[in-house]
């Protein structure tokens, strides 16, 4: 079952939410208008993602919308009881659109495990933003996070894979990390330097668009400099063409 589903389309020279489902423990607000873009406000209500569980989201914008989803605070991954959680999130984006998807670092807690999928899909001339990041809540704590990102044109054309799995073990010197994904969009001219924070840059094959990766201390470092990107990345800029 998709507990989340969202759709929105162009008129008007604005961008409206055409479609919606949204299904416990999710919560939305209305959405506000920023020159031509919808953005709105992205909720749980359940307290966090427990062991067992397994939930789905699909946001799709249409051609020639811009849409912006935010998250005011982070998630806490819950210890599993029943086997791990389960997330699936879809992204997609039709000709010209534009899609920020700006998530808070998942948190997880001793006992936790979460298997996580990312699938993206984007038409030509389309642009999306997502953040993914983790955080340890407690040092020495064990626990379990794997994470898989396919993103692909409408074309089938492979853009980028991402597999990654992590155990509270593997991690040394940060405990907090993130990355930027972002397609369909070229890599600034100039990013700013975050005091304390470890960031690597990589550009994505045939111009897909290119990855930012924060290691942090802290998650309060980690969110600092995420929300820095953010403002950046997030600007509207000339479109590459996937």
Known sequence: MTQLALRFTHRNGRAILAERRVLYPYAITAPINRAGAAEL???S????IYGGETLSQNVE????ARAKLIQPAATTVRRKTAGPARQTIMLEAGKNASLTY????LIML??????????ILLAPGAQILLFDGFLSHAEGADWHFSSRLTARATSGH????????VHKADLEHFTAYGKFWCFGQPLPSSLPAQPEIETGITTLANNAGFTI???AKTGGALCAAMEKFEKILSQPGKFSRP
């Open 41 to 43: 406000t992205l909720q």
């Open 45 to 48: 209500i359940s307290g966090g």
């Open 61 to 64: 914008v249409s051609e020639g």
């Open 102 to 105: 700006f998530t808070r670092p």
């Open 110 to 119: 001793p006992g936790s495990a979460l298997a996580q999928n990312w699938n």
């Open 158 to 165: 492979l853009l980028a894979t991402e597999r990654m799995e």
């Open 213 to 215: 990766a924060l290691a």
